[in-house]
């Protein structure tokens, strides 16, 4: 803005301009306000371009241009206050204000598009839902607002019952911010689904899957495919009840002692503040019973100041198998046993990362105390949502780990210590398929050498996803 149309703006209101000056005519110079006047609307400046209008008019009251130039721009202005009073009512909880305010917008105006994603709103907040609707048709069809029109049209639909409707509208946003926000919306609309059903194909390769230590001859390489299920039922949404299971399916290129199989039910209850679950495992290891375990886990969190809290416990008996039947007398009283496992973290969420920080705690108390250890540490991850669609996850940690007595097989104590990461990246390709692919590193450095080794693991799948409200 000009300095002179500075002093415009602090001398009268741009829609009122000031009386032409009696007996002057000046031509030459209202043009020149006229152009100034185009310049600043062109700019997006209409204010300013209402303020040189009307000190054209001052110069000249028959300057046509200056005439339909103020009356343009006097029309945006009052679009746009109608745009921000609307807003102020919503913040308010004002809807029926709302929408008197935007009757001043008309469709085709440049402030439409706003009008109708405010109109839908405040429609909303009244629960007439069906209008709400019919408000969004024109915003869903422009480029800058259908982004946003579709996160309001999946709210709709899951308000309706339509759980897959609204899912498969948040994963069709890809527009900016409006991306990261049908990210964030995802699972909380996935967590309200009362049956979920999963299942994926993966293939890998693992450079030690044997666990073979640092300098042996032989290589404890394979590549697997595995299969994967599962179910979860929350009758009641996201508080009360809730059973699941789970079941996996594995066979390797050449190591066949390695071929898996295992299958878990769990239930439970939801509360505000977290979670119960009790469950059963039961797992075969190259076609032979191998485990045997029934669980208990408790989880809590709380938020405090814009941070996630925090904790969980869960604590396992494990029963390792050489016989199916009897249970109890063909366990081995060696390697079965109690395991304890707990943490304790914080994470923060900042579109479009949430990171996350905390402290491991694992005590397995074996039958045979040189089976029994403590290992805790440190642990931390990011995961990152893009525009695109793709999550991405980083995942460390670190631990130490001691045993509890001497293994007599060696004849001291040992102690590890553990470094690990992990990277995964998920890509739906809509509301039910994804591609997934993961590569982890683990290095372990014993005291007993024999345990010493490195491992890195890398997979690539296909998952489909079925939620049912």
């Given at each position: ?61 028959s300057n046509l241009r200056a005439r339909e130039g103020l009356a343009r721009a006097c029309a945006r202005l009052r ?391």
């Amino acid at each position: 803005m000009t300095p002179l149309l500075l002093l415009l703006a602090l001398a009268h209101a741009p829609c009122t301009p000031p009386s032409p000056a009696a007996g002057v005519v000046d031509a030459r110079g209202a043009a020149a306000y006229v152009n100034a006047g185009e310049m600043e609307m062109a700019a997006g400046a209409v204010r300013a371009a209402a303020f040189a209008y009307g000190a054209a008019l001052r110069l000249d009251a028959s300057n046509l241009r200056a005439r339909e130039g103020l009356a343009r721009a006097c029309a945006r202005l009052r679009e746009d206050d109608a745009v921000e009073a609307a807003s102020a009512h919503l913040d308010a909880a004002r809807p029926r204000e709302a929408l008197a305010s935007l009757k001043e917008v008309t469709e085709d105006s440049a402030r439409a598009d706003d009008a109708a994603l405010l109109r839908a709103l405040a429609l909303m907040e009244l629960g007439e839902d069906t209008a709400a609707h019919t408000a969004l048709a024109p915003a869903t069809r422009s480029p800058g607002a259908a982004g946003t029109a579709r996160l309001l049209e999946a709210v709709l639909a899951f308000r309706a019952d339509r759980a897959g409707e609204a899912e498969a509208l948040l994963v069709g946003v890809r527009e900016g911010r409006a991306r990261t926000s049908a990210e964030a919306l995802l699972p909380l609309l996935r967590r309200d689904e009362r049956l979920r059903l999963s299942a994926a194909v993966r293939a890998g390769w693992d450079g030690n899957l044997a666990r073979v230590p640092e300098g042996a001859d032989e290589s404890g390489a394979d590549g697997a495919t595995a299969l994967e299920a599962s179910v979860s039922w929350t009758p009641t949404g996201a508080r009360g009840p809730l059973l699941g299971a789970n079941a996996l399916l594995s066979r390797q290129l050449t190591q066949h002692a390695f071929d898996a199989m295992v299958v878990d039910a769990h239930g439970g209850w939801r509360l505000g503040w977290g979670e119960a679950l009790a469950g059963a495992s039961y797992s075969q290891l190259g076609g032979s019973p191998y485990l045997m375990a029934l669980r208990l886990d408790v989880a809590a969190r709380r938020e405090v100041g814009g941070l996630l809290l925090q904790a969980e416990y869960g604590v396992r008996r494990e029963l390792f198998l050489r016989e199916l039947a009897p249970v109890l007398s063909s366990q081995d009283s060696g390697f079965s046993g109690w395991r304890h496992v707990g943490g304790a973290g914080v994470a923060w969420w900042r579109a479009p990362l949430l990171l996350r920080a905390g402290w491991r705690l694992e005590a397995d108390r074996a039958d045979a105390a040189f089976y029994s250890f403590v290992e805790h540490g440190p642990e931390a991850g990011l995961t990152l949502l893009t525009e695109s669609g793709v999550a991405v996850g980083l995942e460390l940690r670190a631990a130490a780990r001691r045993f509890l007595d001497v293994d007599p097989s060696f004849g001291t104590l040992r102690a590890d210590g553990v470094l690990g990461a992990a990277l995964t990246a998920s890509l739906p390709m809509d509301a039910h398929w994804s591609w997934l692919a993961s590569l982890q590193g683990t290095r372990v450095v014993s005291t007993l050498p024999a345990f010493t080794h490195g491992r890195v693991a890398a997979a690539l799948g296909l998952r489909y996803t079925l939620g049912v409200p």
